[in-house]
């Protein structure tokens, strides 16, 4: 069984590389890494690279890299891969400091680079939210059960929550969920939202000041997620992609044990993998609902 070790890296198309680079630098507080031609890479200071942008014709998610368990042989990546009758192949071109990658399509169609971990420290961005790590990204995929399956049964990852029949929680480490598939039946694959992570609740509020600071306005939160209970705050990027920055995230440290870690505000003790019910109590524990989206 292949075996992920946490998030790598999105890369994220955009129609307006400048402007996007100027939301993740200024305002998220990401630092520039490296540049090649219209790409530049973004990284956490505690996650290395988290963000690729590049140029195309419209907001798009493009790829995503997953990093490998530290164990893992690619070679023996490559073979598993094969078996599960995917045309999966080496690369060596995937990005600075990424000399190896196994790279797949996955069933909705996302290009999925498997690297090697290797951690090598990022500089701190001087200005900014400046996160800890990307800590999930959530798409829309046209039929969750089945990318849910997909990611279980050929990486290893293992479901967490559901929201109703229609949002998935997935955890490849102990974090709570490192990817989610949210159903939207008409469309082609889409980013739901991209998620980083911040220290503490303290971190939280300086984060809505850096946005206040830049008129940029939440769109929903602070509130605390059901699913996951995180607390959370999302606001829009230049795109109108959804960029969700969350604290105290749910944490299943003893994975034998089938139970998150305990935490004051859980409602069930222990609090296990379940389907939530749709509604607030899954989505904000705090009360208010997520506001529709302007026209
Ligand atoms: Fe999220």
Known sequence: MIR????????????????????FTRVVGLSVTDRSGDAVWLACPNGGPALLLRQGAAARPARLSLRLAPSADPADVLRELRGHGLSAERRSDTGPDLPDAVTFSDPNGLEVDLHPEERSPSPRA??????????????????????????CEVLGFRVSDWIGDFFAFLRCNPDHHSLNFFRRPDAELGLHHM??????????KEA?????????????????????????????????QSVELFTELDRMSDEASGC????????????????????????NSWGIPKPPRPA
Do not use: S
Request: proline letters at 11%; hydrophobic letters at 30%; one cysteine or more.
């Open 4 to 23: 992920i070790g946490r998030i790598g890296h999105l890369t994220l198309e955009t129609p307006d590389v400048g402007r996007k680079l100027d939301h």
């Open 126 to 151: 001087a200005g900014g939210v400046v996160p800890e790590k990307l800590g999930h990204v959530a798409f829309f995929v046209p039929d969750p059960q089945a990318t849910t399956r997909f990611y």
């Open 195 to 204: 998620a980083f992570e911040l220290r503490d609740w303290n971190h939280v």
């Open 208 to 240: 809505c000041d850096t946005l206040g600071r830049h008129r940029v306005p939440l769109t929903w939160g602070p509130g605390r997620h059901g699913a996951g209970h995180n607390i959370y705050t999302y606001h829009d990027d230049p795109d109108g």
């Open 260 to 283: 998150f870690d305990p935490r004051p505000w859980h409602l069930d003790n222990p609090q296990r993998p379940m389907v939530w019910e749709p509604g607030v109590d899954a989505t």
